[in-house]
């Protein structure tokens, strides 16, 4: 079974992407900004949560996307070691909520020491639900997966194939690809990243 969730453009890109950003720092270490961004564009567009950005549009000009994440990157600026806990994530993005009167909305943790058969479920849960699900990666012993080190990133879908292999639809840096969800979740590190999940009340 596949699912992929709609999404949106800005400009020729899928989704954000960092070098977009006129801001140096933003552009290096702005990822959690720009996820955080990306979901409430995505809520907007498809989950009917108007107050969190006004676009209309899955198809957004670079300097409107530009224009809006300047009002997200407050809640989720970059600092000296990154927003490498999910902890930090959901407090910046539970006061942005807040300041835009999104009451209805849990946010929720998962951490990376979940067994791979549980988040699997929770992939599907959040998916099939409509949310498109932040992640956060540390360290990775895998080379395939360097370009997501130390970063937060979308997960927009899921592909369950016949034999066994769990893939995820991986969206960053204006594209995206589909990832093995077992290679990517093991990391071969103890200090783990993990996933941000949404419910509605």
Not at 50 to 73: A, E, M, P, W
Not at 135 to 159: C, K
Not at 162 to 179: C, D, H, I, M, Q
Request: glycine letters at 8%; proline letters at 3%.
């Amino acid at each position: 079974m596949k699912k992929e969730l709609d999404y949106f453009w800005v400009g020729e890109e899928y989704g954000g992407r960092q070098s977009l950003l006129p801001d140096f720092i933003m552009r290096f270490a702005g990822c959690a900004a720009v996820t955080a961004c990306d979901s409430c564009i995505y809520m907007a567009l498809y989950k009917n949560k108007k107050n969190l950005s006004n676009f209309v549009t899955d198809h957004l000009r670079g300097r409107d996307y530009v224009s809006f994440l300047k009002t997200v990157k407050p809640y989720l600026r970059p600092r000296f070691m990154g927003v490498n806990k999910l902890g930090i994530f959901i407090e910046g993005f539970k006061k942005l909520l807040l300041e835009r009167g999104e009451k209805n909305l849990t946010v929720i943790p998962w951490q990376g020491d979940h067994e791979l058969q549980e988040t699997e479920e929770a992939v599907k849960r959040q998916i099939d639900q409509g949310f498109t699900i932040p992640i956060l990666l540390l360290q990775h012993q895998n080379p395939n997966f360097e370009n997501y080190v130390w970063h937060w990133f979308q997960l927009t879908g899921y592909d369950e194939q016949p034999n066994g292999r769990f893939l995820v639809k991986a969206v960053t840096y204006g594209s995206y690809e589909w990832l093995d969800l077992d290679k990517l979740w093991n990391t071969g590190y103890k200090r783990k990243g993990g996933l941000i999940l949404f419910k509605e009340a």
